[in-house]
């Protein structure tokens, strides 16, 4: 069974009747609805719980955390960041959504401003440029978004280990929209599409995807401590 974690701010959606129409119960809830199945079981914890529902005991029982959030980045306590960094230093998977480039987690991952151009409303077309990795598993060529929020390049991230998808927006700019990353042992995919007034996260293809990623980030290997060890050097065997 694969445990998964979606973080969200949720604030749009308590306060906007815009994104309440489109996500009534919460981007987390419609991303933990269609991830839920027989081998993932999923959980979801809020900016208003108490630790931001990140305790040490929940990311310890985290295979794969996803992140959403947008306005609320500063409020994301120092001391949960570094908590969540050390997570996936020792193997939690982390998939960042949309703005999450801008949270504190992805820019203390990648080590770089991670900004980026944007405007309100386009029609975007996600192509998939490397359609071996396991994250693109049955992702056609390419698929449109007839609503989605434009982000374009340059995005000041470091480069990636795979760029997966490519966005195309109908003003013409493109963007590195899948991009995967490994910090220590955890596998990072940061993925573009899912601005909180377009229904993005009920496309079956945005879904697939963030369902592959949950298979591909799951940890493989766990690193318990992260501190240097002094090793005596082994003794000469006498056979
Ligand atoms: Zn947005």
Known sequence: MTKVTVWNEYLHEKESETVAAVYPKGIHTCIKDFLT???VS??????DMPACGLSEEIL????VLIWWGH???ERVPDE???RV???VLQGMGLIVLHSGHKSKIFMKLM???CDLLWRDN???RVWCVNPAHPIAKGIPPYFELEHEEMYGEHFTIPTPDDVVFVGWFAGGEVFRSGCTFTRGMGKIFYFQPGHEEYPTYKNPFVQQIIKNAVEWAKPTAHLEKLACTHLEKPTESKN
Do not use: C
């Open 122 to 124: 386009d029609r975007e």
């Open 111 to 113: 080590g770089t401003p």
């Open 37 to 39: 199945s027989d081998e």
């Open 42 to 47: 999923v959980r979801t914890a809020t900016l």
């Open 60 to 63: 310890a029982d985290t295979d």
């Open 80 to 82: 949960i960041v570094s």
């Open 85 to 87: 960094q050390n997570a």
């Open 71 to 73: 306005k609320g980045h």
